[in-house]
């Protein structure tokens, strides 16, 4: 069974640039989730997908940044337009829906650099 | 709203030694799960242990333990045998009992393993 895979693995970009990042689930898992974790500090979340639909996105840091998951598939994260503080390393991570032991299961990141 | 510290930025062990990693996070609810994850360099970030705040027996994995003690809201993890693929950053984790709920992190312990 392929695990969540993340594209692309490492991305540059200068200020006011757009990038988009992309996370594949694992198939069957209802639950996409997006974390961020910025330069030495704690992986912080950023919102929760159920199938399509926003279950929580309160973590979102401003609205320059818009999540998608179209079809309840994989979903996209597009930072636009990207300032220096958004640099840091993106995780998504999928979990089944089905009661409190869910375990999230993640996948290896993206590297943002925002110059 | 929840907490999770790790006070340990880093840590060093002897390969076949044992080591512990500290974690105390804060809380209001009473039913909740805590999570040891581990991301060796440049690779995936992977569950090592589980654990759920009913249960009053401590979680074992192979050679990873966790000394859970509920009153002191204290999670550390126990790796035994030391080997050097056990070189990782180590994040504990918490997450509310409800199903589908997000992960918070604590800023992370990095452990070196000495030959």
């Known amino acids: 069974e392929a695990g969540v895979t993340q594209f692309p693995s490492h991305s540059v970009i200068e200020k006011g640039q757009t990038v988009t990042l992309r996370c594949d689930p694992i198939s069957g898992h209802d639950n996409l989730y997006w974390y961020r974790r910025v330069m030495g500090k704690e992986i912080k979340f950023l919102l929760h997908?159920?199938?399509?639909?926003?279950?929580?996105e309160s973590g979102m840091p401003n609205n320059r940044f818009l999540a998608e998951r179209t079809g309840g598939t994989y979903s996209t994260l597009k930072v636009q337009p990207a300032e220096l503080e958004d640099s840091g390393v993106y995780f998504c991570?999928?979990?089944?829906?089905?009661?409190?032991?869910?375990?999230?299961?993640f996948g290896p990141g993206t590297r943002l650099l925002v110059l | 709203a929840q907490t999770v510290t790790q006070s340990q930025p880093e840590m060093s062990v002897q390969e076949a030694e044992t080591v512990t990693l500290s974690c105390t996070y804060d809380?209001?609810?009473?039913?909740?799960?805590l999570f040891w994850y581990k991301q060796p360099p440049s690779r995936q970030m992977i569950l090592v242990i589980r654990q759920e705040a009913y249960k009053q027996q401590n979680a074992t994995e192979n050679r990873f333990s966790v000394n859970f003690q509920k009153a002191a809201k204290s999670f550390s993890l126990k790796i035994s045998d030391s080997q050097l693929g056990d070189a990782a950053m180590y994040f504990c984790?918490?997450?509310?009992?409800?199903?589908?709920?997000?992960?918070?992190f604590g800023t992370g312990t990095r452990l070196a393993v000495r030959p």
């Open positions: 991570a999928s979990s089944q829906w089905g009661g409190a032991q869910e375990t999230q299961y």
């Open positions: 809380t209001s609810e009473s039913d909740y799960y």
């Open positions: 997908f159920v199938k399509e639909s926003k279950q929580d």
């Open positions: 984790a918490y997450r509310r009992a409800s199903s589908g709920d997000k992960l918070t």
